[in-house]
């Protein structure tokens, strides 16, 4: 397909992340011109290393940088009890292949794919916001390029590292509120529809015998504890690839989002102001529910594409 939309991912896989990465790689509509990494579901190496298994997994030779090893001010805390010791336990990749791994840090890889892109590029943020932050703060030339960033992170309600706390959001929360004032287009996939866009035990089945890829995926969904193998594993990440590919999925609100930073009792609480009590401008767009039916189909029409 011409004019696909370009866009780099900012990752930390992490179960669902590897999901997500998968239907972008395979996607008619997606040119993914560089995958970042930063710590998040386990640490920085951790991390890089599961990426470059999965390119190698997938035979996809795209450019791989590693950004940042911990939070802007927060201690790291990493997401291990959910995904396992090495974020994407239950399969064994074997060793990765690491020539398209840059020695240029994520940022400044970031960077240059943005200014050098002829066309607007997206940057696709499913792990912690740290790069994401840096890149703005010190090359916010970059912004006029930038056709939007759409994050999983962040909730309308409640949280799941902290008591009101996304865990994205959460874990480097200065970086959020970074990325949610910079002027630049954005899109959030919260937690709210991530509990929803769920993968039955029915569903697992069938995955699990689409080739190799089946095989693996199903291997992975045995390991984590995003939900449960038996009542619905949640695809937290995919939804915000979910938003780029087939968007008539969710109900869709322009509002004001903003991230608490100075409280410890609401640390990485997402403010979503849907009724408009700050009387501040929107900054984005909010998908405030999901059609589980659509997200279904299409999470299974595009799994059936990663071959």
């Known amino acids: 397909m011409e004019n696909k939309r370009k866009i780099i991912i900012d990752t930390d896989p992490g179960i669902d992340d590897a999901i997500a990465i998968a239907i972008a790689l395979f996607s ?58 090495s974020g994407m336990d239950g399969y064994d990749f074997g060793e990765p292949n690491r020539s398209n791994l840059l020695k240029v840090h994520a940022v400044n890889a970031m960077r240059r794919t943005i200014i050098e892109s002829d066309t607007p590029v997206t940057i696709a ?37 902290t008591v009101m706390g996304e865990f994205n959001i959460a874990t480097d929360p200065e970086a959020a509120k970074i990325v949610f004032s910079s002027g630049v287009k954005l899109a959030m996939a919260g937690l709210d529809v991530g509990l929803k866009a769920l993968v039955y035990p029915e569903d697992s089945e069938k995955i699990k015998i689409m080739g190799k890829t089946g095989d693996m995926m199903y291997s992975l969904f045995q390991k984590y504890r995003g939900g449960s193998f038996k009542t619905g594993l949640k695809m937290y990440d995919s939804c915000a690839i979910a938003y780029l590919l087939c968007p008539e999925m969710y109900e869709i609100a322009d509002t004001f989002i903003d991230v608490e930073t100075q409280s410890n009792l609401t640390l990485g609480c997402t403010i979503v102001d849907l009724k408009g009590y700050l009387r501040k401008s929107p900054n984005a767009k909010v998908c405030t529910d999901i059609n589980p039916e659509i997200f279904k189909q299409w999470f299974m029409s595009s799994i059936e594409k990663c071959i």
Do not use: C, W
């Not at 990494?37 to 990426?51: F, I």
């Not at 298994?53 to 790291?76: D, S």
């Open 28 to 85: 008619e509509e997606l040119d993914v011109k560089l995958i970042t990494t930063v710590a998040g579901n386990v640490s920085l190496d951790l991390v890089t290393e599961n990426t470059l298994r999965l390119l190698t997994f997938f035979g996809k030779n795209i450019l791989v940088a590693k950004g940042a090893e911990e939070p802007l001010l927060q201690k790291f805390d990493d997401a291990k009890n959910v995904h396992g010791a």
């Open 125 to 161: 943020a499913i792990g912690p916001m740290t790069n994401v932050a840096l890149l703005l703060k010190m090359y916010p030339e970059v912004k006029s390029n930038i056709d939007e960033i759409v994050f999983m992170g962040g909730s309308l309600t409640r949280g799941n590292k």
